[in-house]
Nanobody, 120 residues
């Protein structure tokens, strides 16, 4: 059983930068997509950025041109470089790995999350 562990969160002023890291502990099965999601209090969890095994990326409109998702290997470590952070970026950020199962749907691996707080 694999575990995803996020790190790199913290308190940063508006306009600042942070880099989040997702580390895999144990053996992660082949997955199709990895990404970052975030959830603020009272809000639904939302996709921030994803990257496929092929390297194709996708970003939420609110973070385009400010965030960059990348990985060192085929699946891990996974990074999220965040620039020009805004207060609305404040949330718990979760690492995700997703395996498509065809008719069976999909299976997700999740980390415990790391807190990002953007405030003066």
């Amino acid at each position: 059983q694999a575990q995803l562990v996020e790190s790199g969160g913290g308190l940063v002023q508006p306009g600042g930068s942070l880099r989040l890291t997702c580390k895999v502990l144990g053996n992660l099965p082949y997955v199709d997509v990895m990404g970052w999601y975030r959830q603020a209090p009272g809000k639904q969890r939302e996709m921030v950025a994803t990257i496929t095994i092929r390297g194709d990326t996708n970003y939420a409109e609110s973070v385009k041109d400010r965030f960059a998702i990348s990985r060192d290997g085929a699946e891990t470590p996974l990074y999220l470089q965040m620039y020009n952070l805004k207060p609305e970026d404040t949330a718990v950020y979760y690492c995700n790995a997703r395996k498509w199962l065809g008719h069976a749907g999909e299976y997700d691996f999740w980390g415990q999350g790391t807190q990002v707080t953007v405030s003066s």
